[in-house]
């Protein structure tokens, strides 16, 4: 009888933790993944084509409601950028090149992807940027 009880009261108290787990919000932290973290750009991918340049830093600073992409050469990308932490939807607007992105391919992707942006991934260390699933700008932070 008492191994009943000690199996009754397991199974109660793992309900119980499952319960609470399961009632957490899955919503991400916006400004502990975005706001005032300095995302350097790892590659652009578009499709089965990995663009990046170890030579050059592309990189990309999000404040409350505004975003600076510096590029080399000291050109940016600026804009306005909105994200929802459940949906993980992402879009920019007034995304607007500062300087001649000239034949720079990856700062183009870079101003393609931001004005075309639908949704993010990631957390603290990496943060994908989505045009599209198979295409997307990939952040890192360390």
């Not at 919503?27 to 652009?44: Q, S, T």
């Not at 992105?101 to 957390?123: C, E, F, H, P, V």
Request: contains cysteine; aromatic residues 10%; neutral net charge.
């Amino acid at each position: 009888m008492k191994d009943i009880t000690v199996l009754m009261k397991r199974t109660i108290l793992a309900m119980m933790m499952f319960a609470t787990l399961a009632s957490c919000s899955k919503e991400d932290d916006i400004d502990d993944i975005f706001i005032e973290r300095d995302w350097k750009l790892a590659f652009v991918q578009e499709g089965s084509i990995r663009r990046s340049n170890p030579d050059k830093e592309y990189s990309i600073l999000f404040a409350e409601n505004t975003f600076q992409a510096t590029l080399p050469g000291g050109k940016s990308i600026t804009g306005n950028w909105k994200a929802n932490g459940d949906t993980r939807e992402f879009h920019c607007a007034n995304v607007r090149a500062n300087g001649s992105l000239g034949n720079d391919t990856i700062a183009r992707k870079m101003l393609q992807i931001l004005t075309n942006a639908q949704s993010y991934d990631g957390d603290t260390h990496y943060l994908k940027i989505k045009e599209q699933n198979n295409v997307y700008l990939q952040f890192h932070n360390y």
